[in-house]
């Protein structure tokens, strides 16, 4: 398994300002991920971020509104940038580890982001 | 499109006996599924994969199915318990040039009732 933390657990936001959302993981790993879960919603991929190289972002999302930085293998950082309150979600990483035939993925408890 | 769907939004179930989750997807390129369970306020917990290339995988009381023709798959709890009341997500992987793409099911609220 992987234990990972993240900071802030919640915060509440003034829309226009930034907030930088941070994951830390208790072992090497090449691929992380970000991810959002709107209220009533399921959970949203984001961005896979790999150290060492830009963040491949999913359909919806780009870079200057969610810029992500992964500067080694165990911590990364997810910024919302000119929150709006439609920003308002659990902001999640998470990490997955595999093997032949198996594949298992862990995530943070969340950050709950209020935007007003 | 939805390509992952879990179209039971709550199930209740008696303590001991047998919880079915379901989950249908329609992407036939998914190379993993993944079950997860959530309480609020926590992040998703995982539970239980399996490969595409199989279709069964047992973990405890936790046991996941995958009938690819039907493109349907079901967590199976047995026996389920008080403590199994969270939401279950279904998700599926596809790999697409070496990164991993992930879509998750809407959640089935299960309540095990005691």
């Known amino acids: 398994s992987a234990v990972i933390s993240q900071k802030p657990s919640r915060d509440i936001c003034q829309r226009g300002t930034s907030l930088t959302i941070q994951c830390q993981v208790d072992s090497q790993v090449t691929m992380m991920f970000w991810y959002r879960q709107q209220p009533g919603q399921s959970l949203t991929l984001i961005a896979t971020?790999?150290?060492?190289?830009?963040?491949?972002?999913e359909s919806g999302f780009v870079i200057d509104k969610f810029p992500i930085s992964r500067p080694n293998l165990t911590f990364s950082t997810l910024t919302v940038s000119n929150m709006s309150p439609e920003d308002s979600s659990i902001y999640l990483c998470?990490?997955?580890?595999?093997?032949?035939?198996?594949?298992?993925?862990?995530f943070g408890p969340g950050t709950r982001l209020t935007v007003t | 499109d939805q390509q992952v769907k879990q179209n039971s939004p709550s199930l209740s179930v008696q303590e001991g006996r047998i919880s079915i989750l379901n989950c249908d997807y329609t992407?036939?390129?998914?190379?993993?599924f993944l079950w997860y369970k959530k309480y609020p306020a926590e992040g998703p917990t995982f539970l239980i994969s399996i490969s595409s290339i199989k279709d069964k995988n047992e973990d405890g009381r936790f046991t996941v199915f995958l009938n690819k023709s039907a493109k349907h798959l079901s967590l199976h709890i047995v026996p389920s318990q008080p403590g199994d009341s969270a939401v279950y997500f279904c998700a599926a992987r596809a790999t697409t040039s070496g990164t991993y793409k992930y879509i998750f099911g809407t959640g089935t609220r299960l309540k095990v009732l005691a």
């Open positions: 992407n036939s390129m998914f190379d993993y």
């Open positions: 998470s990490v997955g580890r595999g093997g032949y035939d198996t594949y298992e993925q862990y």
């Open positions: 971020a790999n150290q060492g190289s830009e963040a491949t972002y």
